[in-house]
């Protein structure tokens, strides 16, 4: 439980002791029945009662029928919102607590019972029977809805009545949910048995008779026990600040009314378990706070007469000490404004806050603001007290009102070209501090260079020794087009082919070198009829002046093959040997030839040499020869044959 809601459970525990018949105190529990928790907040009803608790019908559900019950976490708009919406159970400080829905059976009828075990009970003394109900119905002008009515009954666990007295009344509707403490108190069997306590419907009726209970308590009673720091009567509450020391309270009870009063005191920290202390068993007790934030609770234990049993115990309302972290804050040693700014201080970490300054100033504001054109006169120390749970802490600053600074920038929104590089200048002060310091060739001068990659902003720090302003900059990098000439292309001689170029990104022209054999050169796309292998550039012109980009694209022209089938090497000077024309333009290609029987004779690759119609430097009988010239580039190979004449 958070320290800072301890004051708020504190008032709310003091009325609840209000609520105890005739101001009495109250011991630990014999019987605590709150149905328990949900495991997360996707679980919002809990499993039924053990057997023999209830006559009622368990449900799951948020709105029971007749006769029926459901242990939830809330209702919501049940029966056509006649039924007021409860967010959570009672005493719990979130909603993952469960409660019991009642919608009452027709007839009178006992519907919870539970026993209690004479060992932990004490033989004659006094029980309080409590619990904690609320109406659901919303108040109504229907004088035919009944409104619950409940009759405790406490007996022996053999059945022998001790007391069922005690009714509630007609529970009232209200617009909200509105817990009350209804109880009955008993003397426990003196002959040791232990106790059967039980709630029943006293009205009949199906309209209304619909509630909600928690908190089924039994616990042992007795005369008010008077508890305080210093005397019976002293404060109930104390408030410490962590960095006091430890700190010694003297803590007294008066238990005068018991007979042969015993005393045990207890502590407990941050809401845990309730502990003995050591040899605290007299009506005053020395406890040493420690100097940790946190929340201690000390209470007192009375065992009167000729009981011994710590069941028996009846206890104080708990003394609490809250002892709380002092906020932490500080504020510069220094503040500087410019004559003719607005000064404005801003602090956190408390609940209050308490400002002082030159010339009278004050203010409680957390954030105050102390003038809106600094003069010289606000100059001075500055102090503010923040107050939280009652713990402080004071921080100063000293304001300088420096003279004013003009500044200015060179260009707050300049446009560079990719890949080139800019010199932003700054004016007016004394020191220059830019940031971010990406890509700068010096952060801290007035004019830093820089080649931005991407658009970028960048502030610069503009400062007097006195004063400090902010200049920004903008840069909008232009980035260069995409450029793209298409891929390579292969063409047969006499015929065409089409280039598929494209350009990404801002630009202003385009054009195409060299412009022959080129359909249309103001196109991305154009058809080209080179008669020789040639390769085209594309040239883009960049936006705002950025220069050039360019790529390239070739065209590979494939030129017609002549093929002789005839020639004569008889050293006549004419068709001596049998060329190719244009085998030359095909530099990878392989011209094989054979006999008829298959025999490889010649082999070249390209045009390098020419077939004389010899074989190992040898003639070659006259005859058919055949050919087969593979292209290469994944073209078709030719084959066929050739006459050799002698």
Known sequence: ??????????????????????????????????FGRAASVYQTSGPPLAPGVTTLTPTGTRCPGDGSYSLVTSTDNCFSNTWITVNKDYGSTDAFGFMMIINASNQPSVFYTQRVSSDIMCPGSAYEFSVMITNVLRPTTNNNFVRPNIRFTVTKADGTLIDDSYTTGEIPETDAATWKKYAIRFEAPADGQGIIVKLSNEVAGSLGNDFAMDNITVSPYGNLIDAGFGTATGDKEKVLCVGQGVVNYTLTADASTYTSPRYQWQISTNDGSWQNIAGATSATVNVNVPDVAGKYQYRVGVLGGVATSPNCQIFSDPLVVGRFPVPVFTLPATTTVCQGETLMFSADRGTSYQWSGPNGYTSTDQNPLVSSSATANIAGEYRVIITKDGCSTTATTNVIVAPPLTVAVNNRTPQVCEGNSYQMVASGGTTYRW???????????ANPTVTPQSDIEYQVYIGNGGCEKIETVNINVIKKPTVSAGSDRAMAETESTTINASIAGNYESFYWTPNTYIQDPTSLTPTVNPPDDITYTLHVLQANGCGETSDDVAVRVYKKISLPNTFSPNG???????????????????LTIFTRNGQQVFRTVGDARQWNGQYNGKELPAGVYYYVIDLKDNLPKRSGWVMLIR
Do not use: C
């Open 1 to 34: 439980m958070q320290l800072t809601n301890f004051k708020l459970l504190l008032t709310a525990l003091f009325l609840m002791a209000g609520l105890n018949l005739h101001a009495q105190s109250l011991g630990n529990p014999v019987l605590f029945e709150d």
């Open 435 to 445: 940031l971010p310091t990406t890509g700068l060739s010096n952060p801290n001068a």
């Open 572 to 590: 006549d000077g004419v068709n001596d040997t049998w060329r190719i024309a244009k085998l030359a333009s095909y530099p990878n290609s392989e």
